[in-house]
């Protein structure tokens, strides 16, 4: 087949660190911690090298919009086996207010520019939890979306997608070209071998920027205040019934 | 178990005189030997049956194979009275144990392979409590057993007959943290990954990490010596314990507790206790050097063919990588294979007969992803490794590390496990594993070495079936002997305890062993600190 897959990929901080706010809470600490792709991009990144091996697309391109570090997690997803990178460029002002909105405007304008068949994402990035920027490149393109995917099976010019729901798994049928969203249990991401490490550095990444594409960055949402959940109060270990009984009193319980 | 004790008591209560006491003890199912006892005794005693079960854990076959040529005796200690249990009772109510349920699992080392017939377990959750123990066991002659995390592979944690267990678990308070310095001073039953983790809130990390950091005590870390994966970076505890705080056998309390790197002041008394397994007194505080958290931990996977080429590739590695390496660890094909078979643990890479953990730990991402890019350039270019992947992320990291970490689990699910610690020249390490597979032929399941390479420390282990005489008797004392004849230590960092005490000739001359004895004597002249281990017998 000669179809296109387009990959995006976010970089995050990861997800073992510790998350720190911001003296004057307006937003996370960044600098200095470890940062690494979406676990989910992870998982979107290996479904697309796995079509490939199995030789029912030609090419996957790996897209990141960011400052200059998401290259580095361009090069990850090149690593595992992706054939070229984008990397969308934003920076200063403009990287803190990228949001669902922006992003999902700049993949469809690609998913247009790259010819892509088919466009496969995270179901949604750690650090803001959107779970929004499929659906809304699946309606900025008009294409149709298999959400919460955690199966992919190609069947000719149609794609059937097992999506993860609350009552339990649903199977779509689409029409390609087609925008899906990788759950947990869609596959397990492979190591990025040495071999492939060494390849990887030889791989293009073309820089663009949003302007290019004829997006617009601006953002409709201010961030107000970033604060850390309450802490958790201790508990209390009582000896005898009567004692819980009169612990439960005195908070007004009963 | 209920049923045992009362078999016990009520041979307690019969009172038997001393020599028959003698051939209870040797317990052996010599017939001859209990043929002898009714007429001796008028009756059978009532609970005998029991009582050959309560004291025959330690089967003749056990004793013998597990514990050396020698076979073990009960040493004339006294038992555990009324009056004793009473005292303790009195020191420390509410943590004097004589509950057979909880005793059982005091009395078993993790590996599952000796078991003693403890009946009293004590608790104590600070130092002068410790004194009190030891001052009143002392002018009782009654054994005692120091316990910290259970998690010894030579059977030292344990006791051998009915030495009382003093457990460190309640002591497990960190007494202060100087954030300047990074010397830390804590109790002894602090679990080392507790540790860890207070010292991570504070961007430190303990110079020490072993597979056992969920369960093993600093205490019983000091105690034993204990090596570990960071060795190569940080060094051994005899650098990085500042003082300690020991309670000697006859209660008195050593304070040799001290914040200071430096202190030249007459012997350095603390050394003879660490690695001391418990032997010459009970650790009950340590301070300790700790380095700072490393900002960037990358870890490499690498696939050798050969360990010829493994060796060129720690070269290569001490080389390229220098201040910033800070773990090499390998691990055959052979472990690879149990790894998936019993814990369903994928290898990240290609199969290949050896694989070689790499860590770097730094303070700058960006150079020491530089140098370890260039080492991997390198090595890979130069085909001594065909193989490999990389890990910065956290969750990756620890998940690589798993694949050695685990392979001590493993093994437990492949069958009996027989265990070697052995030290030796570099180039000699896999030689012994290779010559012993040659050795042992089809007697054994498997055999398969992995290790602290960059220390010259193999863990070699053979597993069979189920536990067999046979196959022991091929194994030891062919590996002490190999071991010895290239001058190594029979005994890198798991110490002699229990298992290993019969073979401390194989690394040590008799000269060390007799004035380690006399050493022994002089701290503990009524040896009843932790019997029965680390010296030899007939000492």
């Not at chain 1, 901080?13 to 676990?39: E, Q």
């Not at chain 1, 200063?92 to 992003?103: F, R, W």
Request: some cysteine.
């Amino acid at each position: 087949m000669s179809a296109r897959v387009l990959v995006g990929v976010k970089r995050v901080i990861d997800y073992a660190v510790k998350i720190r706010v911001k003296p004057d809470n307006s937003g996370v600490v960044t600098d200095g911690v470890k940062h690494s792709m979406n676990p989910f991009c992870e998982i979107a990144v290996e479904e697309a090298v796995k079509l490939k091996e199995k030789k029912l697309i030609k090419e996957v391109v790996v897209v990141s919009c960011g400052p200059q570090q998401v290259q580095e997690t361009i090069r990850t997803a090149l690593a595992m086996g992706a054939d070229r990178g984008i990397h969308v460029e934003v920076s200063g002002k403009d990287s803190d207010t990228l949001g669902p909105l922006q992003v999902s405007k700049i993949l469809a304008a690609l998913a247009k520019k790259e010819d892509a068949r088919l466009v496969i994402l995270g179901k949604q990035a750690i650090d803001d939890d959107c779970n929004q920027t499929g659906q809304m490149t699946a309606a900025l393109l008009d294409w149709p979306q298999g959400t919460f995917a955690s199966e992919v099976v190609l069947e000719g010019d149609k794609l059937k997608v097992v999506r993860e729901v609350d009552g339990g798994l649903e199977t779509v049928r689409l029409r390609m070209p087609a925008v899906v969203t990788a759950d947990l249990r869609l596959n397990t991401p492979r190591y990025a071998t040495l071999p492939n490490i060494m390849k990887a550095k030889k791989k293009k990444i073309d820089v663009v920027k949003p302007s290019d594409l004829g997006v617009d960055l601006t953002s409709r949402l201010e961030v107000l205040r970033v604060d850390e959940p309450p802490q958790r109060q201790a508990g209390v270990k009582v000896e005898t019934v009567e004692d819980l009984l009169s612990k439960l009193k005195e908070a007004g319980r009963i | 178990m209920l049923r045992e004790s009362m078999g016990l008591n009520r041979l307690r209560r019969l009172g038997p005189p001393a020599t028959l006491w003698r051939l209870f003890s040797t317990c052996s199912p010599s017939v001859t030997v209990l043929d002898r006892l009714p007429s001796a005794l008028g009756t059978l005693p009532p609970g005998l049956e029991a009582f050959r079960q309560a004291r025959g854990i330690h089967r003749w076959s056990d004793r013998t194979n597990q514990t050396g040529s020698a076979e073990l005796h009960r040493l004339p200690f006294s038992r555990v009275s009324e009056q004793d249990l009473t005292f303790f009772e009195n020191l420390l109510p509410g943590r004097t144990i004589t509950d057979p349920d909880v005793l059982m699992v005091h009395n078993v080392d993790w590996m599952k392979s000796v078991r003693g017939s403890s009946e009293l377990l004590l608790r104590p959750q600070t130092t002068e409590e410790v004194s009190k123990i030891l001052k009143y066991c002392c002018e009782r002659r009654l054994a005692v057993n120091p316990q910290g995390g259970n998690t010894g592979l030579v059977g030292g944690s344990v006791p051998v007959f009915d030495e009382i267990i003093l457990s460190t678990s309640l002591m497990n308070r960190i007494l202060s943290f100087d954030k300047v310095s990074g010397i830390i001073t804590c109790q002894a039953g602090c679990v080392l990954e507790n540790l860890s983790t207070y010292l991570e809130e504070h961007d430190f990390i303990m110079p020490l990490d072993l597979g056992a950091k969920g369960s093993c005590q600093i205490g019983g870390n000091v105690a034993t010596n204990a090596g570990g994966l960071r060795l190569l970076r940080y060094g051994s505890l005899r650098g990085t314990v500042l003082g300690l705080e020991v309670v000697l056998a006859n209660g008195t309390i050593l304070n040799l507790l001290t914040n200071l790197r430096k202190d030249n002041t007459g012997y350095d008394l603390k050394q003879l206790f660490i690695g001391s397994e418990g032997t010459l007194g009970v650790i009950t505080a340590v301070s300790i050097l700790c380095p700072r958290k490393p900002r960037a931990v990358n870890v490499a996977f690498l696939g050798c063919s050969s360990y010829r080429k493994l060796l060129e590739t720690f070269q290569c590695c001490r080389g390229m990588l220098g201040e910033i390496l800070s773990a090499f660890e390998f691990l055959d094909s052979a472990c690879m294979k149990l790894l998936e078979k019993h814990l369903k643990l994928t290898n990240p890479i290609a199969e290949n007969p050896f694989y070689i953990v790499i860590e770097t730990a730094g303070s700058n991402a960006t150079h020491d992803e530089e140098k370890l890019h260039s080492f991997l350039a390198e090595v890979m270019a130069s085909c001594l490794v065909t193989d490999g992947t990389v890990a910065t992320e956290d969750a990756k990291v620890k998940a690589l590390w798993s694949i050695r970490e685990r392979v001590t689990e493993a093994l437990t699910h492949d069958g009996y496990t027989y265990k070697y610690d052995i030290s030796l020249p570099l180039e000699n390490i896999y030689q012994l594993v290779e010559d012993m597979r040659e050795h042992l032929g089809n007697k054994a399941t498997n055999v398969v070495g992995y290790g602290h390479v960059g220390d010259g420390n193999l863990h070699l282990n053979i597993t069979s079936h189920s536990k067999d005489p046979d196959l022991l008797a091929a194994i030891e004392p062919y590996v002490y002997e190999w071991t010895a004849r290239y001058r190594g230590s029979i005994s890198a960092e798991h110490g002699l305890g229990l298992k290993k005490r019969n073979y401390i000739h194989f690394s040590k001359p008799p000269g060390a062993v007799a004035l380690m004895n006399d050493i022994k004597h002089m701290l503990d002249p009524y040896r009843i600190l932790n019997p029965y281990k680390t010296l030899p017998d007939h000492s």
